[in-house]
């Protein structure tokens, strides 16, 4: 079993900053990809941004410049900080990880969601 916490999600004003944490622990013997999700009310789930073990990114078109995704390795934890946010940014994100537990099963598991709201 892998958990997934996420932490760092709260009310800011436009123009603002937020930095999410997610920690994933449990039966970990390798940890691949990492991203972060997120969902608007109304809206499809949208992948923001990913990180793979070897620190290759992906970046949604609208978030580029704006959002850096960052991983800890050795703390199992993906980071993603997030500058300049606008009201369109106003979500729930989730965390997101795949990998493979002990003994090399794979997992693609993902966190309870942390609310992110964007004042104008």
């Known amino acids: 079993q892998v958990q997934l916490v996420e932490s760092g999600g709260g009310l800011v004003q436009a123009g603002g900053s937020l930095r999410l944490s997610c920690a994933a622990s449990?039966?970990?013997?390798?940890?691949?990809?990492m991203g972060w999700l997120r969902q608007a009310p109304g809206k499809q789930r949208e992948l923001v941004a990913s990180i793979t073990s070897g620190g290759s990114t992906y970046y949604l078109d609208s978030v580029k410049g704006r959002f850096t995704i960052s991983r800890d390795n050795a703390k199992n934890t993906v980071y993603l900080q997030m500058n300049s946010l606008k009201p369109e940014d106003t979500a729930v994100y989730y965390c997101?990880?795949?990998?493979?537990?002990?003994?090399?099963?794979?997992?693609?598991?993902w966190g309870q969601g942390t609310q992110v709201t964007v004042s104008s």
């Open positions: 449990g039966s970990i013997f390798s940890l691949n990809d």
């Open positions: 997101n990880a795949r990998g493979l537990t002990i003994p090399s099963s794979p997992f693609d598991d």
